[in-house]
């Protein structure tokens, strides 16, 4: 049984560009949660999915956004990237309200 | 508005020690608690979680914390240390302002282990 998987591991990408970050939950999981974790600080809450529709958002900009497809794997997208925005991306996902399971991350780097 | 603190930026302990890596929190309402582990370049781990009954939880790898309600700690605690222990290990809060309720972390706190 595959755990939580994210592509891509690592990017690149410059001042202004856009990114798409992508999730696969865990089998059976139904909610989608992405984390952004700075370096050396702990993960902050973007947004969570439940049903294909933000059910919850933290202290993020619009420029941050994010989708739910029916196979319950998500996306994260972020316009208009700015230096501060590199950080390791966490997904997590979870079945209603148990606990979540945490994917390896993807390393953006905005330069 | 829920948080957590871990006042210890980095704990340092000798192979085969008790470890003792702290947590605060504040809550209104009743805590849910957690400890997860991030090795170099990985996602988080999950080690336990506190919502109700003993004081004392046993989690992942030998690991175990203690609820502490009037002191509102909750203490992640290991009897006898591995090299391998050493990673970063982060304390939770479960938001419970949303439906779901979302994670709050802790700045979290490095774990050398030396042989």
């Known amino acids: 049984d595959a755990g939580v998987t994210q592509s891509p591991t690592h990017l690149i990408k410059t001042r202004g560009q856009q990114v798409t970050l992508r999730c696969s939950p865990k089998?059976?999981?139904?909610?989608v949660s992405w984390y952004q974790q700075a370096l050396g600080q702990g993960p902050q809450f973007i947004f969570q999915?439940?049903?294909?529709?933000?059910?919850q958002r933290g202290n993020f900009p619009d420029r941050f956004s994010g989708h739910q497809f029916p196979n319950y794997s998500s996306e994260l997208n972020v316009n208009a990237l700015l230096l501060g925005d590199s950080a390791l991306y966490l997904c997590?996902?979870?079945?209603?309200?148990?606990?979540?399971?945490f994917g390896p991350g993807t390393r953006l780097t905005v330069t | 508005a829920q948080s957590v603190a871990q006042p210890e930026d980095q704990v340092n302990v000798a192979e085969g020690n008790p470890l003792t890596v702290k947590c605060t929190y504040s809550?209104?309402?009743?805590?849910?608690l957690f400890w997860y582990v991030q090795y170099p370049n990985r996602g988080l781990q999950f080690l336990l979680k506190y919502i109700t009954g003993d004081n004392l939880v046993k989690g992942s790898y030998g690991f175990e914390a203690e609820f502490n309600k009037s002191q509102t700690s909750f203490h992640l605690k290991k009897p006898s240390a591995l090299v391998s222990d050493s990673a970063l290990y982060f304390c939770?809060?479960?938001?419970?302002?949303?439906?779901?309720?979302?994670?709050?972390f802790g700045k979290g706190t490095k774990l050398s282990v030396k042989p």
């Open positions: 997590a996902s979870s079945l209603g309200t148990g606990r979540e399971y």
């Open positions: 089998s059976g999981h139904d909610t």
């Open positions: 939770a809060v479960r938001d419970m302002g949303g439906s779901q309720g979302n994670l709050i």
């Open positions: 999915y439940y049903e294909e529709e933000e059910r």
């Open positions: 809550v209104s309402g009743n805590p849910y």
